[in-house]
């Protein structure tokens, strides 16, 4: 038996008892770290999806509190220890989306500082997603805001059904770009009566991916709109022409390109046949709602006689419900990655479909150290 010195004292220890004492060390060290899960925003809209996600994890949700100064700076103060653990960050994003983003960050950077083992930011709704291309002499915001998040200590971010999944090189560190469709394919067998004689509908070309990925799983036709109506921001100027064209120069004038004819959009067409059917417009983001409205109305003139839209994302700004409520919509379901609650009671038309599930369960395998792939089963790449 070997001899082992413990603080200059000879004591008789087996190799059996040294690897039961450091199994025992070890497993004294994981049940010390664990993982707290935090909401960015106090006000209680804000905190609702957070409250969801805890009780299905069966923890509580942590202790912190953030609020504006007097002079508008955002301030937090987190109310417990958080040394060593696993912090999970929930930011539902609401009308002030800018104040939003900086108690994120500066939620972040306080756990960071506190000595959090990983900071996971939760953010279903990703903001400024849409400006993710360049602009005329724009920016890629998505970007800037993708390099803010890891300066601020963010290490890993779960989010839901991004404007585009490139968007997911902008960042340093692993995303998981959840999905929201099993959850709107669901409420669409069970919520939609007779939905067999239903139709798929992309309101622009570029949508059309989404859309047949929902005909294919559910096993309907699919139709796709194009027209004058619908302004996708593909056709928006994205810095081709600069410097300008006009320009006074002295010497040679260089190359004489061929000019690029404009664009001319035909009138509004729905290519497939929508008469006696239900059409179910799908798409990410239902903000500006004009859109969708002049579709319904197009739909309801090719004969289809109800109107569905689904969308993961339910920002409906500005008069958005009132215009749904006035148009030939039937019905908007949209899922609760954003508070509307404000906007569901000026128009009975638009139904909550509830994500906690598996945004919870994102959170136990990251955790765990789980594979995430259970999450994307059945999932392909043009998803």
Known sequence: MPIRRFGGHRSLVSHSQTSKLSYGYRKMNVSKSGYRVFSANSTAACTEL?????????????????FQEPNSETRVDVKESVRGQDIFIIQTIPRDVNTAIMELLVMAYALKTSCANNIIGVIPYFPYSKQCKMRKRGSIVCKLLATMLAKAGLTHIITMDLHQKEIQGFF?????????SPFLIQYIQEEIP?????????????????????AERLRLGLAVMHGEAHHSELDMADGRQSPPLSRTTTGHTGLELPLMMAKEKPPITVVGDVGGRIAIIVDDIID????FVAAAEILKERGAYKIYIMATHGLLSADAPRLIEESAIDEVVVTNTVPH??????????KTVDVSMILAEAIRRIHNGESMAYLFRNIAVDD
């Open 172 to 180: 340093s560190f692993p995303v998981d770009n959840l999905r929201a």
């Open 288 to 291: 500006d709602v004009d859109d």
């Open 341 to 350: 609650e404000m906007q569901k009671l000026q128009c009975p038309k638009i």
């Open 50 to 66: 957070a409250k969801k996600i805890t009780e299905r994890l069966g923890v509580e949700l942590g202790r912190s509190v953030v």
């Open 194 to 214: 007779d939905y067999r004689n239903a139709i798929i509908v992309a309101k622009s070309p570029s949508a059309a991916k989404r859309a047949q990925s929902y």
